[in-house]
């Protein structure tokens, strides 16, 4: 897998969004997530957007995170949210999404950000027991979806000896 920093608006990126959205449509059927997000979120040093490639260079799975600091919407000065971890239905199973985690921690401690934080939903038991494992725990509510009942919100703390000091997502 080649994990590769690309703008929010790549075409791959528009894409594997435009699945996830299908995926969230089919498991909450609302439309898709509904969070405001823009190009400029993930430029860094304010955050950062990956897509993993196979080795067809086809793109098989994506994440990012974005500063945040503390809102009327729950978040904490230091927070890196974690937005639109997906991996290709033919391509799961395979520690993708584990990888791309560590890829998006590592790159968001090295910004400088002090927790990654992240919400998900009661339909995505997979995302639930992949961030558990990786020693994410429940945390106060955020975001968009911060007072719907099926809304599950995590964070890490990202210290600096939680991680190295090198920069594998970028270039």
């Not at 400029?40 to 974005?66: H, K």
Request: net charge negative; glycine share 10%.
């Amino acid at each position: 897998m080649n994990i590769r920093t690309v703008a929010f608006d790549h075409p791959d990126a528009v894409k594997l969004n435009n699945e996830v959205q299908a995926e969230y449509q089919l498991r909450y059927g609302d439309g898709g997530d509904a969070t405001v997000l823009d190009t400029a979120d993930f430029e860094p040093p304010n955050g950062v957007y990956l897509i993993a490639y196979d080795e067809s260079d086809r793109p098989v799975a994506t994440g990012g995170w974005r500063s945040q600091d503390a809102n009327g919407e729950g978040n904490e000065d230091g927070d890196a949210e974690l937005k639109r971890m997906f991996v290709i239905e033919g391509m799961r199973g395979r520690g993708l999404a584990r990888r791309m985690l560590t890829a998006l921690e590592d790159d968001a401690r090295v910004a400088g950000r002090l927790r990654m934080v992240l919400e998900t939903g009661t339909k995505q038991p997979e995302a639930i027991a992949l961030y558990t494992s990786s020693g994410y725990e429940p945390c106060t509510k955020f975001g968009y979806y911060r007072h719907y009942e099926s809304s599950r919100c995590f964070a890490k703390a990202l210290g600096a000896d939680s991680g190295n000091d090198e920069d594998p997502a970028r270039p």
